[in-house]
Structures are given as C-alpha cells and as structure tokens.
C-alpha cells in the first residue's frame, strides 16, 4: 500500500492529537517535499512532530515540469500539486487530500481521494476510536472548517447521528 498525503490531513489531526491514526490505518505515509516544507514552517504544531516521525517518509517529485504544469492549469497550491503529481508517479493506493478544488483534480486524474473525515470514519470503522463527534468537535474547536452538511453526514456514516 502507497498512501501519499498532502499537508492538511497531517496538521489538521496533529492539532487534535490524532496523528497516529495514519500509521495506525496506513503504515507508512509519503509526502512530497513542498508538503514538508508546508508542514516543518507553518503555524500548526505539526513543524514540531514531523521532522521525528519514522512512520514518514519524504520523497521529490520526479517531474518537477508536471507540478508547474498542474499549478498554472489548476490554480492548487504547491503542496496540493505536488502531492498528486507524487500519487500519480508511485501509483499511490490513496492520496490524502482535503481542499475541495485538490480532490477535483485528483479524482479527474484517477486519483483514489480520502480526506480526513474519510480518515476518522475508517479508523471508527476499524476500531481504532471509539467516536468521530468528539474529534469533529474538536477540529472545528481549533479552527478547521468543516462544513456543516459534511459533519451531518459523517456522524449518519459513523452512526452517531443520535448523540
């Protein structure tokens, strides 16, 4: 298995104490070096954990000519491009990827998406937490936006919809 990510599902369950459900769920994790670099400088406390994980491994792009070809036709981030044009070189069995518009473009390309709501319904589904609500509330407590129909219908998927 070949999971690539890009940086939000990273910083995002790494502010809520979470990060290990990717090892847990996937082994190892790659990451392109623009995603790295988004992690290790930005103002999440990912720059702290990431540069210790063993579980992460940080690759170059092989086709640097792709991710400036990619950015100027899709308007995505660095890390966003890079992360799919990695996944489309390794033949990644998952990318990692939440911005709306990033997940657009990788699934155009044939990309298998998850994002890190898919990420909690999983490890819920494979016993690894016992419920998403509380990490749900507390993503939105530190400032991640999830909309509120997507909320909705995670907790119907993790049928927590009654709490």
Same mark, same amino acid.
């Given at each position: 298995m070949i999971v690539v990510s890009d940086t939000?599902?990273?910083?995002?369950?790494?502010?809520?104490g979470y990060l290990n459900l990717l090892?847990?769920?996937?082994?190892?994790v790659v990451i392109p070096q623009e995603v790295y670099a988004e992690l290790i400088t930005g103002p999440h406390p990912a720059k702290v954990i990431v540069p &210790?994980?063993?579980?992460?491994?940080?690759?170059e792009v092989? *086709?640097?000519?792709? !991710?400036?070809?990619?950015?100027l036709q899709s308007n995505l981030d660095l890390g966003e491009?890079?992360?799919?044009?990695?996944?489309e070189e390794l033949k990644a069995t998952q990318l990692l990827i939440d911005e709306r518009a990033a997940r657009r473009v990788a699934l155009a390309r044939q990309l298998p998406v998850i994002g890190t709501v898919g990420?909690?319904?999983?490890?819920?589904?494979?016993?690894?937490?016992? &419920?998403?609500?509380?990490?749900l509330d507390a993503?939105?407590? *530190?400032?991640?936006? !999830?909309g509120e129909r997507l909320y909705k219908q995670a907790l119907l998927l993790a049928q927590e919809d009654n709490d």
């Open positions: 939000t599902p990273i910083s995002e369950l790494t502010k809520v090892p847990d769920l996937f082994g190892r &210790s994980l063993d579980w992460l491994e940080v690759r092989g *086709n640097t000519q792709q !991710i400036k070809l990619l950015q491009v890079a992360a799919i044009i990695l996944a990420i909690l319904l999983l490890a819920k589904q494979r016993g690894l937490i016992e &419920s998403i609500k509380t990490i993503m939105i407590a *530190n400032g991640t936006r !999830i």
